[in-house]
Nanobody, 132 residues
Framework: QVQVVESGGGLVQAGGSLRLSCTAS????????MGWFRQAPGKEREGVSC????????YYEDSVKGRFTISRDNAKNTLYLQMNSLKPKASAMYYC?????????????????????????WGQGTQVTVSS
């Protein structure tokens, strides 16, 4: 049974950094495009960042560009999201998920392609809280 687990969240002051990790059992992450999503209380879940299975295409939501970095360590079967210069509006539950439409599908070339409906194997999330 596939199990995806996010970790690394916590409470941090504005301007601080966190690195989120996503690992999976029974799922080889480098076979998939991977995405990070977040959901704040009372808001819809939104896409934050996406990396193609090859790593050749990466997308960031506009508000995180230049501050967040998505990466993967295939040897560790782990996806990361390095978050720097955090702002209070980044407070949310963060989830990772795998693209389920195959390797060559275009998940990450822009906001119009980075759609939650194309992702599966969702984890339970890790909470990020940024205090002002």
């Amino acid at each position: 049974q596939v199990q995806v687990v996010e970790s690394g969240g916590g409470l941090v002051q504005a301007g601080g950094s966190l690195r989120l990790s996503c690992t999976a059992s029974e799922l080889t992450l480098d076979d998939y495009a991977m995405g990070w999503f977040r959901q704040a209380p009372g808001k819809e879940r939104e896409g934050v960042s996406c990396i193609s299975w090859s790593g050749g295409t990466i997308y960031y939501e506009d508000s995180v560009k230049g501050r967040f970095t998505i990466s993967r360590d295939n040897a560790k079967n782990t996806l990361y999201l390095q978050m720097n210069s955090l702002k209070p509006k980044a407070s949310a539950m963060y989830y990772c998920a795998a693209g389920v439409r195959g390797r060559v599908y275009d998940y990450c070339s822009g906001s119009w392609r980075f759609l939650q409906a194309d992702f599966g194997y969702w984890g339970q999330g890790t909470q990020v809280t940024v205090s002002s």
